[in-house]
């Protein structure tokens, strides 16, 4: 394979896509060695195939604000593969969406869903429409219009939207209503984080973190470490974050520090069930501060502005908010301050150069497609419950979420142990993810 002619032709064409590009980079960084050994793959053009999206809608979203001022949005549904499956993946909603995000999620959701070990093609969606400061009304409003177009675009068995930043249960409630009234159909598998009461699979919205800790632990026990007292600092405080604090508090490690666009919140003697209740408080108001915990726990937290989570000691270091978010600058600052270990929750959530600098200064890293496939593993889950017609118990979900976080970190383990015995996880996630999807559209034909 020549990355750098595949990599050239791509920047061409789409120009000025920096996360698009990256996370393309990324992948055939890693599997270039494993890609020259199958001809065949070659011969069928499967990397030129699989670094473009099947298709793309855009399409124009107008609604009505509190103050009766119309407003326009751009809305996206980027179906990016689907070799092994139907099109699932998340709705982002925040300003800076633009295609090159949407298309670097949606290349990155292929892989991931490949590691899953179910079923599922990889897509992503979402709108420049940004939730902060919107009221209850505004959402449900510009949901309502989200949906009068994406409708056409889905269905249980094409395309499963799902909840990704600034997409959680309240939105994925509002698209539903609007999917139903417009399909005339309950037709519960079309979108996939849904209420409890109404076809929702229990456990998913704990399950992207809990997941992720899930793999941290695997991850951690390979290297011969445990979790049980360690200090952990975490971005963001959404519904990712809440996961991971949930289950980092459970599993006995301390959360030191969650922060915001605002700055951090430092808690020193680790998170408590109340602070971390809080958060759903926190992420319901659409304000996006963080200081916002200091001012309801000022004797726990301590807020300062401007800083990041990653400037807080600890021992392991979770990105559970945005891409690109843990710089070099910031891995350096996290090993001078005592850091030993890095999962990428977040997409992408590391710059390049931090996960060179994490590999080559023997941090251990995983990169997000292994650790927070546990959230779009129970998607699946969810459309498997919906299609049979019936809800597992916490307990069936919660068991199967570990079989398959454990069986994505074998996959890690199979393709990604090095030489010298050492495991590069982020080889190990693109390889295992590449060679399912690749093998799959080798005997597909050339379509
Ligand atoms: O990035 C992700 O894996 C998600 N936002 C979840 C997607 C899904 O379909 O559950």
Redesign the pocket.
């Known amino acids: 394979m020549k990355t750098a002619e595949i990599m050239a032709n791509l920047a061409a064409k789409h120009p000025g896509e920096n996360e698009y590009l990256q996370a393309v980079q990324e992948v055939l960084e890693s599997i270039e060695e494993v890609y020259n050994q199958h001809p065949e793959f070659e011969k069928a053009k499967i990397v030129e195939r699989m670094v473009e999206p099947d298709r793309i809608f855009t399409f124009r979203v107008t609604w009505v604000d509190d103050k009766g001022e119309v407003q326009t949005n751009l809305g996206y549904r980027i179906q990016f593969n689907s070799a092994i499956g139907p099109y699932?993946?998340?709705l982002r909603f925040h300003k800076a969406v633009v295609p090159s995000m949407l298309k670097f999620?949606g290349f990155e959701?292929t892989f991931?869903n490949a590691l899953t070990t179910l079923p599922m093609g990889g897509a992503k969606g979402g709108s420049d429409f940004d939730p902060v400061g919107k009221s209850n009304d505004e959402i449900m409003r510009f949901c309502q219009a989200f949906m009068t177009e994406l409708w056409q675009c889905i269905g249980p068995d094409q395309d499963?939207?799902?909840?990704?930043v600034g997409v959680g249960g309240r939105e994925i409630g509002f698209l539903y209503g609007m999917y139903k009234k417009l399909a005339r159909e309950y037709n519960t598998g079309v979108l996939?984080?849904k209420g409890a009461t109404w076809g929702g699979s229990i456990l998913r919205p704990e399950a992207?973190g809990f997941g992720a800790l899930y793999f941290t632990q695997h991850l951690l026990h390979k290297a011969g470490k445990d979790i049980v007292g360690k200090r952990v600092a975490l971005s963001g405080f959404g519904n990712v974050a809440w996961g991971a604090a949930t289950k980092a508090k459970q599993l006995g490690a301390k959360v030191v520090a969650i922060s915001g666009p605002d700055g951090v919140c430092e808690i020193p003697d680790g998170i408590t069930d109340e602070m971390i209740a809080y958060m759903l408080d926190m992420r319901a108001s659409n304000r996006n501060k963080v200081e916002d915990m200091a001012t309801k726990f000022p004797e726990k937290a301590k807020f300062t502005a401007g800083k990041k989570a990653w400037s807080v000691p600890c021992d392991i270091a979770l990105p559970c908010a945005f891409q690109n978010e843990l710089s070099e600058d910031d891995a350096k600052e996290l090993q001078k301050n005592g850091c030993w270990c890095c999962c990428e929750v977040s997409?992408m959530g590391c710059q390049p150069g931090a996960i060179h600098y994490f590999q080559n200064n023997g941090i251990l890293f995983a990169p997000g497609k292994a650790v927070?496939?546990g959230?779009?593993a129970t998607?699946g889950l969810e459309m498997t419950q919906n299609a049979s017609h019936i809800s597992w118990s916490a307990k069936e979900v919660d068991d199967k979420l570990h079989f398959i976080m454990e069986s994505i970190h074998e996959q890690c383990v199979k393709y990604g142990t090095q030489p010298d015995g050492h495991v590069d996880y982020v080889k190990g996630a693109n390889i295992a993810g590449f060679m399912k999807v690749a093998t799959a559209m080798l005997e597909q034909g050339i379509i």
């Open positions: 699932k993946g998340g999620l959701q991931k499963i939207p799902a909840g990704d996939t984080g992207t997409n927070n496939a959230g779009v998607s």
